[in-house]
């Protein structure tokens, strides 16, 4: 029997970008854009997905999705912070966190 392909796909209507297994939501990276930059601010991948490298193929395609587009990475959240450290192919898109991007996060998400 083979295993599932997932699948990533951007969902603009809810600002984030899912991986799909089996046509089930798996997984999330949650984003807002601010002018051409896309800050990530949430990642997840459900339990019963666990430990199957999904949070890492989701990250992946998202930031490949964003060069792309042309915009720019802020990535607040941790997991895309890590992520970002081990691999250097997206340090010239990459912005660092500033306090600025933090307080207008904050007033989007409240």
Request: aromatic share 8%; charged share 30%; glycine share 6%.
């Amino acid at each position: 029997m083979t295993q599932p392909t997932p699948t990533v796909e951007r969902n603009d209507a809810r600002h984030r970008y899912e991986i799909l297994v089996d046509g089930e939501r798996a997984g999330l990276t949650a984003y807002l854009d601010r002018e051409d930059q896309r800050v990530f601010h949430h990642t997840e991948v459900d339990d019963a997905y666990a430990g199957q490298g999904l949070a890492s193929r989701l990250v992946q395609e998202a930031l490949t999705d964003v060069r792309a587009a042309g915009k720019r990475i802020v990535p607040v959240c941790p997991y895309v912070a890590k992520f970002l450290e081990r691999h250097a192919e997206f340090a010239d898109i990459t912005d660092e966190v500033t306090p600025d991007v933090l307080e207008w996060l904050d007033s989007r998400l409240g």
